[in-house]
């Protein structure tokens, strides 16, 4: 899950969206579930689809838009 282009490993990738090493373990094991804090995190700092992060479906052409429905999710948590 951790952005490996970015030279990241998991500790840092977690520093980064301040969250601990144990937290962001349990969550790439499947047994927690990212917050809405964190997800939003991932999508800013690292121009992730939120719809990717949610559904696991993408845009085509692979470019993140800030749409409609990422919009509303956004505003919902915020």
Do not use: C, H
């Given at each position: 899950?951790?952005?490996?282009?970015?030279?990241?490993?998991?500790?840092?990738?977690?520093?980064?969206?301040?969250i601990?090493?144990?937290?962001?373990?349990?969550?790439?094991?499947?047994?927690?579930?990212?917050?809405?804090e964190?997800?939003?995190?991932?999508?800013?700092q690292?121009?992730?689809?939120?719809?990717?992060?949610?559904?696991?479906?993408?845009?085509?052409?692979?470019?993140?838009?800030?749409?409609?429905?990422?919009?509303?999710?956004?505003?919902?948590?915020?």
């Amino acid at each position: 899950m951790y952005p490996k282009r970015n030279n990241l490993n998991q500790s840092k990738f977690a520093k980064s969206l301040g969250i601990s090493q144990g937290n962001l373990s349990e969550i790439e094991m499947g047994n927690n579930n990212p917050s809405a804090e964190t997800l939003i995190s991932i999508r800013t700092q690292y121009n992730v689809n939120l719809n990717w992060l949610l559904t696991g479906v993408d845009l085509n052409d692979g470019n993140t838009y800030e749409d409609s429905y990422g919009k509303k999710l956004i505003e919902v948590f915020l």
